[in-house]
């Protein structure tokens, strides 16, 4: 079958294929999309079609599976005609977050080291404080003095302390003390 005589069986089947989409979608201006989706995809998969087999077969097959297919995504999709629940999906900037914890990370190096050691132990792996004094060879309330210093130091340190200089190198030690810290 050549192109011309493919195009031409194609337009002399669109009454056919409107009547169809109508009984179908029950809405003209959405049968008319069906059928224009229909004529789209059987242009495109031309050479799907097998010459000497009925088109309009063919034609009504696509027509049906774009409906099924259209109602499928319909079923899925949520009415939102004001926005409001589009606006609920929308992500939050990662940003403040992973400079943040660069802060974090920085400042947590700056701390004196039984400070620093005493707060991991307990914050990071999960240590109670009775197990971190043995750690430590020394008293509960040691532990919990130094976790409380380290603590207090940490948020003036993060609120914008004039002393504290963010650190690359400071960084990169505190990151991986807490990963040895998490995987104990």
């Known amino acids: 079958m050549s192109d011309a005589t493919f195009k031409k069986d194609l337009v002399a089947s669109i009454p056919s294929l409107r009547a169809f ?5 029950g809405n003209r201006d959405r049968a008319d999309d069906l059928v224009q989706e229909t004529l789209a995809k059987a242009i495109s998969k031309r050479e799907s079609y097998t010459p000497g087999t009925n088109l309009m077969a063919w034609l009504v ?3 049906r599976n774009q ?3 259209e109602g499928r995504k319909r079923k899925r999709e949520v009415a939102d005609s004001d926005g409001i629940h589009a606006a609920s999906l929308t992500a ?3 940003q403040p977050g992973h400079l943040q914890m660069t802060d974090f990370l920085s400042a947590l ?3 004196p080291e039984d400070q620093r050691e005493a707060l991991i132990l307990i914050g990071a792996s999960g ?4 197990e971190a004094a043995e750690i430590l060879g020394t008293r509960v309330g040691t532990v919990k003095s130094r976790v409380s210093r380290a603590r207090v130091r940490l948020e003036e ?3 914008g302390s004039s002393d504290f200089k963010h ?3 400071a960084i990169k030690q505190s990151a991986a003390m807490l990963q040895q810290a998490l995987s104990v």
């Open 92 to 94: 939050v900037p990662q």
């Open 127 to 130: 240590f109670s404080y009775e």
């Open 21 to 25: 989409a109508r009984s179908l979608a």
């Open 167 to 169: 650190d690359e190198n």
């Open 67 to 69: 409906y099924y297919t």
């Open 157 to 159: 340190l993060m609120n």
């Open 61 to 63: 097959t696509i027509l």
């Open 109 to 111: 190096q700056s701390l």
